[in-house]
Each structure stands twice: as C-alpha cells, then as structure tokens.
C-alpha cells in the first residue's frame, strides 16, 4: 500500500494531479479542497494517500491533510460510500466542518453538500458521530486568527469569480500566513496564481 508521495506537479486535472517522483508519474485523485492548496506545476508537494485496489484497477487517492484523510476513511466505511463518493463530499465541504456536522446531527448542513441525499446525510450522523467526535471537538467554534476579515473577504471575491466554496476556503487558508498587512488585492492574484497552477 501506499501511503504518501512526495514530488513534483506534472499536471493538474479537476479532480487529479499527476505527481512526478523520481520519473514515475502517479496519478492521484483529490477533493477540490487539497487541490487548491497544491503548488503550480513544476512545485514541489507532498500529500498523503490511500490506495483502492479494485478487480479492475488501483486507484490513488490524495489528501493535503490527515483531517482530511481521517475523514475520508470515516466515510468509506459507511456503507453505500465508496471512495470516489468520499471524495466528492469532501469536495463539497471542508473535513472539520463536516466532522461537526455529523457530531452535531446537523442533517440540514450535511444535504447541503452535493451528492448527499436526506439518507445519506442522516447515515452518516448515525454511523460516524463517534468517530468524528474528537475531530469535531479539535475544530472546535471558530476562533478569530489574524487576518481573518481580508481572508474573509478574499474567500467571498474567489466565490464570486466561480470558485466553489472548498476551493476559495482552502486558497485562503493557504494565504492565512502571509495575510496579516497585505491588501486584498494582492492576496487575490496570489491565490488566483495558485488555483490556476
């Protein structure tokens, strides 16, 4: 199995990026939300992985974080959610906010995220409430960090211009550093630089 990868953008799809390491291309898929925090092409990344093997085909799925590949994992093993499906939910909603959804039973909030159907939605707060408890619980309410109003801002501009929300929460996350004195534009070519790769 495995189990990370490390090396460098050779290409980015909408839901995949080939990674170069050491002349072997892998191709992995990833929610839009670990895509959006990937370098341009050529940029050295690193991400985690989980390895599907099929009777027809070994599939490598990616994840930026180990929230992510934590949650990830959760949602395989409830039943009807095969990987691809996992990877569209975290597509459509970030892995702590949907670890608070399920430990919350927030139903409403969960089928919200595309794909997920009322039965789906409350399966998953049946199945994994206790799993996602302690991640929902290290999320925790948000708490202000510095730069957050522009970061905010910078979020809505990114919806505003397409991006889907996972994309515009995780290019700002990804700025959250480098945020504090800087103007929103600047940050917004910054992240625009980083989303088209």
Do not use: C, W
């Not at 050295?44 to 180990?66: K, P």
């Not at 409830?78 to 919350?104: C, F, H, M, T, Y």
């Amino acid at each position: 199995m495995i189990a990370r990868l490390a090396g460098k953008v050779a290409e980015k799809g909408a839901d995949h990026v080939v990674l170069d390491v050491g002349g072997v291309g892998y191709l992995v898929h990833l929610s839009a939300v670990s895509l959006a925090s990937l370098p341009p092409q050529g940029g050295d990344a690193a991400l985690r992985t989980f390895t599907n093997v099929r009777q027809d085909a070994i599939e490598l799925y990616g994840f930026a974080t180990e929230d992510e590949e934590a949650v990830f994992r959760a949602l395989i093993d409830v039943k009807g959610v095969g990987p691809r499906a996992a990877q569209n939910i975290l597509s459509g909603i970030d892995a702590r906010e949907l670890a608070q959804a399920v430990a919350g039973g927030d139903v409403a909030r969960l089928t919200k995220v595309p794909g997920v159907g009322k039965k789906t939605a409350e399966r998953l707060v049946v199945e994994l409430k206790e799993k996602l408890a302690l991640l929902a619980r290290a999320a925790g309410p948000g708490r202000a960090k510095p730069g957050a109003g522009v970061l905010e801002q910078l979020r809505q501009a990114l919806v505003n211009l397409g991006y889907k929300p996972p994309q515009a929460d995780a290019a700002a996350d990804a700025l959250r550093d480098e945020a504090e004195g800087k103007k929103l534009d600047e940050l917004l070519r910054e992240a625009l630089k980083r989303l088209r790769g």
